[in-house]
């Protein structure tokens, strides 16, 4: 009596799914750090820096750390159109949560997670602070060169973060490094594994076999 074995190859989008999972866990890990870091640093800021102070000088002068309040985007660009940048907050945010789950990319996975990040910092101090919620002003805390931001403006961590993973976007762009595979290149369940064994017998033949 011969003993049939129902060989069933491994599906390629199975054995590879635990990739996507693993590049999301990275995207949403440096937003996480991203946000944490900044709202930690502006509690801190607001907590021991008064907006009247000249700041803290360090470096000798190189960086100060200061406590600003932006109405505008990053870098202090856009002042006075708060509502405006609430809104684009909110659409950014949404595209690249999107955009997001079809990520196969270590790379794309920590720029889009520097910018979700920052964006959602930014958004948190728009939402919840002072003049009132959506056209809250951002705390902006570090100043180069000088205290009062007229050699670069004054920014925040939140900033770093989205110019950062954007720079890193279009750097990536011009490498070439896929977002995601095209539709005509992901593995479908019928394609034989790069690990599966050569030669194996076909069940057919191996049931003739047996009775003959």
Request: hydrophobic residues 45%; proline residues 7%; glycine residues 8%.
């Amino acid at each position: 009596m011969v003993c049939v074995t129902d060989y069933r190859p491994a599906d390629p989008a199975q054995s590879a799914g635990g990739r996507p999972r693993t590049k999301m866990r990275l995207f949403f890990l440096t937003a996480l750090a991203v946000l944490t870091a900044d709202l930690i640093s502006k509690i801190l800021v607001v907590a021991n820096i008064e907006q009247t102070d000249p700041g803290i000088r360090l470096l000798g002068g190189a960086l100060y750390l200061v406590q600003a309040r932006n109405s505008g985007a990053a870098f202090s660009v856009g002042t006075g159109a708060t509502v405006v940048l609430t809104a684009i907050s909110i659409i950014v945010i949404a595209i690249v949560l999107r955009a997001a789950r079809r990520l196969t990319s270590s790379r794309w996975a920590l720029s889009l997670g520097l910018v979700l990040g920052g964006a959602v910092g930014n958004l948190v101090d728009r939402l919840f602070r002072a003049p009132s919620p959506g056209k809250g002003h951002v705390v902006d805390w570090i100043s180069v060169l000088a205290n009062d931001g007229h050699v670069w403006p004054i920014f925040n961590l939140a900033d770093s973060a989205i110019v950062t993973g954007g720079a890193l976007a279009v750097l990536l762009s011009l490498r070439g490094v896929e977002f995601s595979p095209a539709p005509d290149q992901r593995p479908t369940p019928d394609q034989r594994p790069v690990d599966e064994p050569a030669g194996l017998p076909d069940e057919s033949a191996t049931e003739r076999r047996s009775h003959d």
